[in-house]
T-cell receptor
């Protein structure tokens, strides 16, 4: 089945540690996105990539990093510089030309202890 | 700049009653408008979309929305609520192409027995 797979679904981290969230898609989509979701704040864009080896900062990129070495994969690293990393993280993808129709993974919930 | 406002962070309706979730947008160019649904601890799923053409659009699970340019609105409705409709609903806007997708803050729908 085609879709987007995020892993891990739940992750616990100690303060000061970096953590990488995986996002893989087999939909042959060119564009991929990372969003952060906090209660009552909707979805906020962290980073997005429209083609391999290229990505742009979203609205809240500070403390995060990404790579896009393969079309299928768009991992997100939450670094120790992110002051409030506890959140629900969502990966999404769509065709190269943005039509607004995003396909989402099931999310990764990160908790910093 | 585009924006989306969802009126009411929580809406409660009785099972079998009309569901009405409100969404207003601002855009200087013709918008593409979307409603997404999110069940607990899951990603978002596209419910319906308006791009061009007919202003009344039908989506999955019996939902529909009407694009009203004069009111800059795209309210979501369902004639008869079902317990399975309990979820969070997000309105989104984009103008396509290189434009970002802007999400509202979400409305949590509660269904009362």
């Amino acid at each position: 089945d085609g879709g987007i797979t995020q892993s891990p679904k739940y992750l616990f981290r100690k303060e000061g540690q970096n953590v990488t969230l995986s996002c893989e898609q087999n939909l042959n989509h060119d564009a991929m996105y990372w969003y952060r979701q906090d209660p009552g704040q909707g979805l906020r864009l962290i980073y997005y990539s429209q083609i391999v080896n290229d990505f742009q900062k979203g609205d809240i990129a500070e403390g995060y990093s990404v790579s896009r070495e393969k079309k299928e994969s768009f991992p997100l690293t939450v670094t120790s510089a992110q002051k409030n990393p506890t959140a629900f993280y969502l990966c999404a993808s769509t065709w190269g030309r943005n039509t607004g129709e995003l396909f989402f993974g099931e999310g990764s919930r990160l908790t910093v202890l | 700049a585009q924006s989306v406002t969802q009126l009411g962070s929580h809406v409660s309706v009785s099972e079998g009653a009309l569901v009405l979730l409100r969404c207003n947008y601002s855009s200087s160019v013709p918008p593409y408008l979307f409603w997404y649904v999110q069940y607990p601890n899951q990603g978002l799923q596209l419910l319906l979309k308006y791009t061009t053409g007919a202003t009344l659009v039908k989506g999955i699970n019996g939902f529909e929305a009407e694009f009203k340019k004069s009111e800059t609105s795209f309210h979501l409705t369902k004639p008869s609520a079902h317990m399975s409709d309990a979820a969070e609903y997000f309105c989104a806007v984009t103008s396509g192409g290189d434009d970002k997708i802007i999400f509202g803050k979400g409305t949590r729908l509660h269904i009362l027995p």
